[in-house]
């Protein structure tokens, strides 16, 4: 008892502040309140097999107040496959300096008891008895002290959770709340709130809102959360307001989480366990977790009575271990005991893997209160990915490899498919560190013929570090795809020279690279990437060389995984999201009503200010005739040579201190006499041409801003502009308050005068006014310019704006202009962190969700590697964590197409060989399918079509395709290049348009 009050002490120690660097994209998930509620948490793990060693990876990474180990069990061979205390906690040490991590200790036959778990608010058993859950749990459901268990036995998974009679929630969804403006609420007993009708309010039934800005019924203002029903899109009731004032105008409804106090999990396990409450991972399974239920409590009895598990493919076993489960539930399925009983001394990292994100992001949420918790048996399974061939007791059997656990699942033959297999994983970011760790484990591509291929252009930065598990403090600024291929080879031995590494990106610019012949020699792709466009390229190319695609991705707790398999499933780019929803120019530029408006302006500022003019100006100097052929082609020509004059002569600063002159007149013009002008033009009482007050629904009437250096906000846009301005010119900045202060203080600031007759626009299609001058103005305008052969060699440096460096004033700059402007309106601020979420267009990330997805990936891998071809054995996934939530689907088959008799899908081509004349390509359509060419294309050039002249029509019909296309684009076809893509445009005898597949040409 000593000890552990030792270490009760131990860990009471004082919570730092939260390292915003680190943990940038998890906050974006989880918050700052439930991260100080983690980081006050002590979890306790036990049993660090392969699925604990997981689970504490997921929480070290989290950043939780201490995680403790226990399992003094001596490590086997079969944990290299997956990974005990004492050798795990150095590695788990590593990933997060926040996080002590401790060996309980213990002695080997010792199993955890009371008295060794109390110290602690999160407790998770990993492979413990039902004996050990149940008596663990007794005593955790009776002292307030959060529960989970877990196994993983082969293809199989199985959690547990229980958080107490009473488990307070603070956020359910984690979902962002809502907000929107009103225009009316009816003063009677159901209070009928009606918004604005440009966008629908999303609220739900059940839900609660306050309200701020509402004139005339002003009790709402504040007011405690209202409990709403909803009534349609626009509409919904927010109870009695019959007793309020009449509503005038204005106003925005704001939704309130409340918290929730989830009952559901006051069983224990000892009740649990006579009347279940499933989670259902897939409803095409809906009957199984019942079986599942009563089959992992006929392991441990099994266990128990023989003194060890049922012995891999074995059928005496199965037959002795399958009564033990009907005795439980006679209902239960024969088939999937027998194969729960064949696969239960298998260790699949897979699996692991989505137990292992699943289980952590449980104990987090039990940490944090965040997230709706797991209710309250969960049991997975992926039967669907055990070879078609099922193998044979004795390929089954140990032999005394680290893969001794995937082989007791799958057989020692398709343990070599696994080792002879060749991928290329494209991103080594959070998913490619994911993807590389289960390869490793799972011994992909370490037989003789086997590799390994890795590309990623980014290098190592401190946020990366948070999810990205294989990079350490030490890595950062190197390339991820060398770091990531040297950890997992660590991990891996066997992977020594199996793993090639690049850091090109994909695209047509490295078409040489990835040429057909590295295509020709893979098995198939894995795209671990971060944007669309590259994940759509890449798609094309699978298309073009017939590989199976394995696509997934994350956001927050949320993760999807897409199976692309040739001639079977349509493919990544055959379905694509809603664009995002844009916000018009007039509403950043005059109209803001949102602080999403305020940072989209002060994020095209940014560029306006340090980036755009620095172009314009070191083009000025480098380009002959840049300023000529400017003024010809460009609609702002007065904008531009003021633009240069300003940035090359008027306002060049030659010190620092001029910088801080600049910045202050920036504050000026932007805050004060913009919106000066903007009131001039249009007065706060200004009517529309119905009479109505112009400034009124969406269209907030600003205020200009006096500057006063002892406002922070205020002095916070000085030190930044100034700073990013002495940048453009390279001059030394400076941070020190009080020489800001000094210098803003004593400018004198010219006298605004507002203009008359100035044009505002109002709406999207209003036409933006341009100053016009005529060209003798403009002319002495271009006068003050110095000749750029006075300056040889003096250039300025544009800004690149970098949303993850602290110190360099991009995100201060965006977060203060931001704030400024939103001062203007009236609009509540954002603080740094939400500010530089919404200007870097960060995407939320945790490491639960990413480890979880990963596994799903993988699992799909062992089919394509098994050479599956039927479209119901392939699964595509959607997980949200926060829910929790699974869902899978077949993937949806590639759409058939039909021209004339011919069917064929987007997987089909027709293929030209050795390079034939354009003559000759026409009269095959023609003579085959009795189709007419009307237009033949390659890339952007058009090569042939019906209207083409005479002369240049006999030119180009006896040209060899290679030589066409050379001759039309004018440039020679690169060296690697073996095919050409081609467009045609047929026609068959009735003159209809008729679409076939695409066309390749071998040169």
């Known amino acids: 008892m000593s000890d552990t009050a030792n270490l009760a002490a131990k860990m009471d120690i004082d919570e730092a502040e939260i390292d915003e660097g680190l943990y940038s994209r998890q906050l974006y998930v ?10 006050a948490s002590n979890v306790l793990i036990v049993g660090l097999n392969g699925l604990g060693a997981e689970i504490a990876k997921n929480v070290c990474l989290a950043g939780v107040k201490s995680v403790t180990l226990y399992d003094p069990e001596p490590v086997t061979l079969q944990d290299l496959s997956s990974q005990r205390a004492a050798a795990t906690l150095p590695r788990l040490s590593e990933l997060n300096a926040y996080v002590p991590v401790r060996n309980l200790g213990g002695r080997s036959g010792q199993e955890i008891s009371v008295d060794m778990i109390q110290p602690f608010q999160v407790v998770v058993l990993c492979g413990a008895s039902y004996e050990k859950q149940l008596e663990i749990n007794d005593w955790t459901h009776a002292n307030g002290v959060h529960f989970i268990s877990a196994e993983a036995r082969g293809l199989f998974g199985s959690v547990f959770n229980d958080f107490g009679p009473k488990f307070t929630c603070v956020d359910t969804t984690g979902e962002q709340a809502l907000t929107g403006m009103i225009v009316s609420v009816d003063k009677d007993k159901e209070g009928l709130v009606t918004c604005l009708d440009e966008t629908r309010h999303g609220l739900e039934d059940g839900d609660f809102v306050t309200f701020t800005e509402v004139q005339g019924m002003e009790e709402l203002n504040g007011c405690k959360p209202r409990k709403i029903s909803v009534k349609g899109p626009y509409t919904f009731t927010i109870g009695d307001t019959s007793d309020f004032g009449d509503y005038t105008r204005g106003g925005i409804f704001h939704q309130v989480k409340m918290p929730k106090i989830i009952e559901f999990a006051s069983k224990s396990l000892r009740e649990s366990l006579k009347s279940p409450e499933f989670f259902i991972t ?10 599942l239920h009563a089959g992992f409590q006929a392991l441990s009895r099994f266990k128990k009575q023989h003194q060890r598990l049922p012995r891999a493919r074995n059928p005496d076993d199965a037959a002795a271990f399958v009564p033990l489960a009907k005795k439980i539930d006679a209902d239960a399925d024969e088939k999937v005991l027998t194969e729960l009983a064949y696969q239960a001394t298998g260790d699949l990292s897979p699996i692991i893997a989505v137990i292992g994100g699943f289980v952590a992001q449980e104990a987090l949420k039990a940490c944090s209160a965040k997230f709706h918790p797991m209710v309250q048996h969960m049991f997975f399974d992926s039967l669907e990915s055990l070879p078609s061939t099922l193998p044979t007791e004795e390929d089954c059997k140990p032999i005394g490899s680290r893969y001794d656990g995937q082989i007791a699942v799958f057989g020692k033959e398709f343990q070599e498919k696994i080792a002879g297999h060749r991928q290329f994983l494209v991103g080594a970011g959070a998913i490619g560190c ?3 760790k289960n390869w490793s484990m799972m011994g992909l591509a370490t037989g003789p013929d086997g590799k390994i291929h890795v590309t990623d252009l980014d290098t190592i930065e401190k946020s990366n570090l948070n999810r990205q598990f294989l990079f350490r403090p030490k890595d950062l600024g190197k390339f991820k795809s060398e770091v990531a291929a040297a950890a997992v080879s660590e991990m891996n031995p066997a992977l020594e020279g199996h793993i090639l590494c ?15 012949d590295f295509f020709g020699a893979l098995d198939g792709v894995t795209n671990a990437l971060d944007n669309v466009a590259a994940r759509q390229y890449m798609d094309q190319r699978c298309i073009l060389y017939e590989k199976p695609l394995l696509e997934s991705g994350t956001m927050g707790t949320k993760g999807n995984v897409q199976v692309v398999i040739p001639h079977l499933t349509e493919s990544y780019s055959s379905s694509q999201d809603p664009p995002e929803k844009q916000t018009l120019s007039c509403t950043v530029k005059n109209f803001p009503n949102a602080i999403t408006h305020t940072i989209e302006w002060a994020r095209q500022e940014f560029d306006a200010m340090f980036v755009k003019p620095i172009e314009s100006v070191n083009q000025y100097l480098s380009e002959p005739n840049y300023l000529e052929n400017s003024l010809k082609y460009s609609g702002q020509q007065r904008e531009l040579v003021e633009q240069i004059v300003s940035y090359l002569v008027s306002n060049r600063p030659l010190t620092f201190e001029e910088c801080i002159v600049w910045a202050r007149l920036q504050f000026e013009e932007k805050f004060n006499n913009a919106i000066r002008q903007l009131l001039h033009s249009l007065p706060k009482d200004h009517l529309t041409s119905t009479g109505q007050p112009f400034w009124s629904g969406p269209k907030r009437a600003p205020d200009p801003l006096a500057f006063n250096s002892s406002d922070p906000a205020h002095l916070a846009f000085i030190v930044a502009a100034a700073n990013l301005h002495a940048f453009n010119y390279g001059l030394r900045g400076e941070t020190d308050p009080s020489a800001f202060k000094k210098v803003a203080d004593s400018i004198i600031v010219p006298e605004f005068m507002p203009k008359s007759g100035v044009k505002i626009q109002i709406n999207e299609n209003d036409t933006v006014e341009r100053a016009t001058s005529d060209s003798d103005d403009l002319n002495d305008l271009v006068k003050k310019l110095p000749p750029p052969s006075s300056l040889a060699g003096f250039r300025l440096t544009p800004v690149e704006f ?4 602290d110190t360099n004033h991009h995100i201060d700059f965006i977060t203060a202009a931001s704030n400024l402007r939103a001062l203007n309106y009236k609009i509540p601020v954002a603080d740094r962190h939400a500010t530089k979420q919404i200007a870097g267009k960060i995407i939320p990330a945790i490491a639960t969700t990413t480890a979880l997805v990963v596994g799903l990936v993988c699992l799909e891998l062992y089919k394509i590697i098994d050479g599956k071809r039927k479209l119901e054995e392939y699964k595509n996934g959607f997980v949200n964590l926060a829910l929790p939530f699974f869902g899978f689907s077949e993937p949806i088959a590639a759409t058939k197409n039909k021209f004339g008799n011919t069917e064929w899908t987007l997987w089909d081509r027709i293929e030209f060989n050795n390079d034939p004349t354009l003559k000759e390509f026409i009269q ?3 003579s085959t399918h ?5 237009m033949v294309s390659q890339g952007v050039s058009m090569l042939w079509s019906s209207f083409t002249d005479r002369k240049k029509s006999a030119e180009r019909l006896p040209m060899k395709f290679s030589k066409l296309v050379e001759h039309v684009s004018k440039r020679p076809i690169p060296p690697h290049t073996k095919h050409l893509l081609v467009e045609v445009m047929l026609m068959d005898e009735e003159g209809e348009d008729v679409e076939v597949p695409f066309i390749l040409v071998r040169i």
């Open 282 to 291: 897939d409803f095409a399974k809906f009957d199984r977790p019942a079986t």
């Open 924 to 926: 095959w359509f023609r």
């Open 434 to 436: 994911e993807m590389l």
């Open 502 to 516: 690049k850091q090109e990106p994909v695209g047509q610019s490295t078409e040489n690279v990835f040429d057909d």
């Open 930 to 934: 009795a189709l007419d060419v009307t």
């Open 30 to 39: 989880l918050g700052h309140e439930a991260m100080k509620k983690m980081a």
């Open 802 to 805: 970098e949303k993850d460096d």
